[in-house]
């Protein structure tokens, strides 16, 4: 019996229980639940290309995460504060080297604001240097629904 949508009502997506879709087919529908502090969807996760949802799924279980990286840039009187795209970093892999283009546009492009630019510059290189900013309990979240409507659907089908 082939599985069945079901409705998520928090963005009105629907979401794919089967776990061997390719993660591209539930990727609108997990954007939709990630927000960074603005009113529009966050960019697209990098490094998840080519996975399945039940694939991704097992990968945050054995410790992978999401992350988002900060860097700063400055214009005389303008300083933006950003943030990346939300990268996927598997387990035993370390975060630290995807930062490195952040923590050079930041140094080479940050400081010259005034009065922002000395100040998020400066937070900026910090969050990297950390690693970043795990987002992995939000992405996750919609990952474990998942899981539990994939096992609902196949208890009430008698699978």
């Known amino acids: 019996m082939t599985d069945?949508?079901?409705q998520d009502t928090s963005e009105g997506d629907e979401v794919p229980v089967d776990p061997n879709l390719p993660w591209e087919t539930t990727h609108r529908a997990l954007m939709g639940a990630v927000?960074?502090?603005t009113t529009r969807s966050v960019k697209r996760i990098q490094g998840v290309d080519g996975m399945t949802v039940g694939t991704l799924r097992q990968e945050v279980e054995k410790g992978g995460r999401f992350v988002v990286y900060a860097y700063a840039i400055s214009m005389l009187i303008v300083t933006l504060r950003r943030p990346s795209a939300i990268m996927f970093v598997p387990a035993g892999k370390s975060s630290r080297s995807k930062a490195i283009?952040?923590?050079?546009?930041s140094l080479l492009l940050g400081w010259w604001g005034i009065p922002w630019g000395p100040i998020f510059t400066p937070m900026?290189?910090?969050t990297d240097l950390k690693g970043g900013h795990d987002v992995t309990g939000a992405i996750a979240?919609?990952?474990i629904q998942h899981g539990f409507a994939v096992a609902y659907q196949r208890r009430a089908s008698g699978a």
């Open 101 to 105: 283009p952040y923590i050079v546009v």
């Open 4 to 6: 069945q949508p079901v």
């Open 124 to 126: 900026a290189i910090v």
């Open 141 to 143: 979240r919609p990952l």
């Open 35 to 37: 927000k960074l502090g």
